[in-house]
């Protein structure tokens, strides 16, 4: 059997973990509309703890595995990212405990979120926004309104 080449290696590590971020970051939100359902709001900032200090080790635990060493910098960005979406479900969390209903708390904090790393991406970075990226946008901003509405 023929081996990988280290691209190949690497691409599929890095789809692997795609993936677990993909279905971790919707998980998180959904825990916290589970808890403010059932009138649980004061386990949040716990549920929150937990789980980014989860998304923490594993964090850390696969770049440790992908590469002999840690690059200070890479850390310190994870660690600011990680806060910043600290942040941002602690106010949704928030939102939801003063009886802001999830139709309207979710769609806020996630199109917030899309249309501000697409302004800042175009604005700040002169990211060019081709026909296939506008249709994701698009889509996005599309599904988001669908939700809220329906």
């Known amino acids: ?19 677990a971020a993909f ?7 959904f825990g916290l509309k589970v808890l403010a359902s059932r009138g649980q709001t004061e386990h949040q900032s716990y549920y929150l703890l937990f789980w980014y200090l989860g998304g923490m080790v594993f964090a850390v635990a696969a770049l440790v595995a992908g590469r002999g060493g840690v690059n200070f910098r890479e850390v310190l960005l994870g660690a600011l990212m990680g806060l910043c ?23 806020l904090t996630t199109g917030g979120s899309l249309l501000v790393v697409a302004i ?13 990226g506008l249709c994701g946008i698009v889509l996005g901003i599309v599904a988001l309104v669908m939700l809220s509405i329906s």
Request: charged share 15%.
């Open 85 to 107: 979406s600290l942040a941002g479900q602690n106010f949704t969390a928030m939102a939801l405990a003063k009886g802001l209903p999830g139709h309207v708390a979710f769609p």
């Open 23 to 29: 279905v971790a970051n919707g998980v998180g939100p």
């Open 120 to 132: 800042a991406g175009i604005a700040f970075f002169k990211e060019r926004v081709g026909p296939y």
């Open 1 to 19: 059997m023929a081996e990988s080449t280290p691209s190949a290696r690497d691409s599929n590590v890095w789809i692997r973990l795609m993936l």
